[in-house]
């Protein structure tokens, strides 16, 4: 069974930085797009940044310069490192994914548990 499963989350100052990682465990042939997705209480699940598995990467407007997406093919890991936060990044941080279970499974998506970003003062 394919499990997503994140860690780094925490409570940081702001200006601080935070490196996410994501982990794909189980039977897995081939993961696709990978995508770092957050939520904020009483607010919407937002698309934060994606990376294909030609390592295309694109970001939110809100990000860009200060968070950056990258995989590991090798460990079916991907990271979030972020830099210069702010009290607005905030969130609980998803990690989501289009793979293959097997050679004859379509693509599905799966999620991760999440994990709680926290930029207080």
């Known amino acids: 069974q394919v499990q997503l499963v994140e860690s780094g989350g925490g409570l940081v100052q702001p200006g601080g930085s935070l490196r996410l990682s994501c982990a794909a465990s189980?039977?897995?042939?081939?993961?696709?797009?990978i995508y770092w997705y957050r939520q904020a209480p009483a607010k919407q699940r937002e698309l934060v940044a994606q990376?294909?598995?030609?390592?295309?990467?694109d970001y939110v407007d809100s990000v860009k310069g200060r968070f950056t997406i990258s995989r590991d093919n090798a460990k079916n890991t991907v990271y979030l490192q972020m830099n210069s936060l702010k009290p607005e990044d905030t969130a609980v941080y998803y990690c989501?994914?289009?793979?293959?279970?097997?050679?004859?499974?379509?693509?599905?998506?799966?999620w991760g548990q999440g994990t709680q970003v926290t930029v207080s003062s």
């Open positions: 989501n994914a289009d793979l293959k279970p097997t050679w004859f499974s379509v693509i599905g998506n799966y």
């Open positions: 189980g039977t897995i042939v081939s993961i696709y797009t």
């Open positions: 990376i294909t598995n030609g390592g295309t990467t």
